[in-house]
Every structure is written in C-alpha cells, then in structure tokens.
C-alpha cells in the first residue's frame, strides 16, 4: 500500500479535523525558522496590540477562489487582530503585479496568491520577498520561490484519473483533453500525470487531441465539438478543470452520447459532484478547498505573529493536501459542509 492509497483512505476522517488542529499542524509543517518564531512571539505580539493586514489576490471571481477565500477568513476573523480582503485580479497579469505593488508598500503582514501566470508573477514574489513579506500561493505555483505552496498532488491526481477513465472505457478507445492555457504549471503537471498514467494503466487508449479551453465551460463546449468533428468515434475527454468537463457533459447530452462518452474534470466543484451523481460527468479529482485555505491562514497567522520574514525560508514549503477520485460511488461521501 503507498502514501497515496494512505492519503485516500484516511481523507474523510482527515477532512473533519477544525481549524485550530489545522492551525496547530501548520505550525509543525512549517518548522521553526528563527529563534523568535512560536507561540511566546505570538503572545508578545498580541500584548501590544498589534494588528496583521493580510490579502487574497485571487484570479478571479470564481468558486475555487471564494471557497479559499471563505476558509481563509474562518481562521482569521476569531483571532480579531487580522486585518483580511479578497482582492480581484480581474484574470489579468498586470492587475495582479499591481495588487502586489499595492500591499508591498502598504506593509502587508503576508499575502496569498492564486498566480494567472506561473512565471509573469514571479517578479513580483520576489519584489515581496526583499521587502520581508513572506507570500502563500494557492493550487498555482510559482518559478520564484516563496514562503509556502498549498495543493493537493495534481501529477498523481491525473494518474488516477487517467486510470479511473481507462477502467470505465475498457482500456480502448480515443480521448481528448480540454486543456488551460500554457504558463501554468498545474497545466503541465495535470497534462502530464494523464498522459503518463494512461501509458502506464491503459496503453491501448489513444490521446488523439490536447487542446485549449482557457478553463471556461463554453469554451470547452466549442473546443469539444470541432475535435468531435474530427474524431466521431472520441469515447472520452478529460477536462483539466471542472467547467471545462461540465462544458464536455453539455456536448455529451445535447449529441445523446450520455452513458457513452466518458468524461473526467478535476477540482471537485460542487457542481461537478451534482453531475456526478446525477450519472452525467464521471468522475473528478476532489479536495476540500476549505481546508486548502484554512491551512495557508494558520501558516501566514504563525509567520506574521511570530515575526517571521520571508528572508528566514531557506526552501520553499510545500503543504500537499489529500484528494479522492470522486465516482458515482463515492460522490455521495462527501458531506455538504465538504462541498465548495
């Protein structure tokens, strides 16, 4: 049995753990960087009075983002000495610099960051990191290192899935994949573990088409039918997020292939577990983006209370969060205080 067999088995029960566990196994994750990080620093700073401004400088208005965001602020707003906002990056590279700007020299305590672009953003990360501000990114790495990436695993989270979808066609047949734009590295790690996962499960299937669908439901719909034009006989279609594959279910119903044409996302929307269990999309990769959130704000509250800056990270920390193939035999497991 390997760690992510572990992962799976145990994530229900992981899930239910409260954020001040979290707050507490963060703590732990993290090490102790300096001699001035722990909880004596945390009371020093608190007897005199100080305030902490945090931000989120999401993507965009998205339920990715909003789940995190929501997270985010069940850590912090009980503490009462965090100053939080969700702020717009408007899918837009130099709007998300600009933010950057903004808290930089506004004096940001830490700044939480879900990058447009893994390596335009890279910049500003560092721009942070000399002005001591440590930076969490969410779901989305960066090429500049940083205090702290929290993800689940995509690459093998795309291996499962590949071999989940590969089981469910028989081990034959063509797909397609519905694919971000380039410059993301969660793209590639996705791309990656699907195409490496059918090699290693399920060689008989062929990948006949990886196009872009710029993560959007109508797009995705539009990507789908040209590449169904071109291959009548596509069985499946693996959308690298969950609005691209709700876009492949569309296809699916309006061409009648529902029961057919087999169809994996990735993320674990709501949404996307409602198709689940509707019987349309067949399966995601799903984590509890809630907890996603909660761990980046026990971390960045350990940081910024125990005066720790970016310049006291040798490395990069890396806080993985544990997944599930979610199926119509699973879906109904996850509890609705789970679904985002």
């Known amino acids: 049995m390997d ?11 992981a899930m239910a753990v409260g954020s001040a566990a979290v707050a507490g196994a963060a703590a ?8 001035e990080t722990g909880f ?16 989120f400088i999401q993507w965009q208005p998205h339920t990715v983002p909003a789940a995190w965001s929501k997270g985010i602020e069940e850590v912090l ?11 717009d990056g408007q899918n837009k590279v130099e709007v998300q610099a600009s933010l950057m700007d903004t808290l930089i020299s506004q004096g940001a305590s830490a700044i939480f960051l879900q990058p447009i672009d893994s390596v335009a953003l890279a910049p500003s990360i560092a721009k942070a990191k000399r002005a001591g501000i440590p930076v969490i990114t969410l779901n989305i790495d960066a090429t500049e ?8 695993n995509h690459y093998y989270g795309a291996m499962d899935i590949a071999k989940a979808m590969g089981d469910a066609m028989g081990g034959k047949g063509k797909v397609a994949i519905l694919n971000a734009p380039p410059g993301i590295i969660i793209r590639d790690q996705r791309t990656n573990g ?18 872009v669908a710029d993560w959007d439901r109508k797009k995705a719909q539009d990507v789908l039918n040209t590449i169904l034009a071109a291959n009548p006989d596509l069985g499946g279609a693996y959308g ?14 309006e061409k009648g292939l529902l029961g057919r044409f087999v169809v994996f996302g990735n993320d674990g929307e709501t949404a996307a577990l409602e198709s689940i269990e509707a019987g349309e999309l067949t399966g995601t990769q799903y984590t509890d983006v809630y907890q996603q959130g909660r761990l980046a704000a026990a971390a960045a509250t350990v940081l910024a209370t125990g005066g720790v800056t970016a310049g006291a990270f040798a490395q990069q ?6 997944y599930v193939i979610a199926t119509k035999a699973n879906a109904g497991s996850i509890q609705p205080s789970q679904r985002w």
């Open 194 to 211: 699907f195409v490496e996962g059918m090699k290693q499960h399920h060689p008989g299937i062929q990948i006949v088409a990886d196009q």
């Open 317 to 322: 920390s890396r806080l993985l969060m544990p």
């Open 77 to 87: 707003t009980p503490q009462q000495i965090v100053d939080y906002e969700l702020l």
């Open 3 to 13: 760690d992510r067999t572990n992962d799976r088995r145990s994530f229900l029960k």
């Open 145 to 152: 290192a940083h205090a702290a990436h929290v993800e689940m």
């Open 240 to 253: 690298v997020n969950d609005s691209m594959a709700l876009g492949a279910v569309d296809v699916a119903k």
């Open 40 to 55: 004596a620093g945390v009371a020093r700073a608190r007897a005199e009075g100080t305030r902490y401004r945090m931000a």
């Open 28 to 35: 732990g994750m993290l090490g102790v960087p300096g001699a």
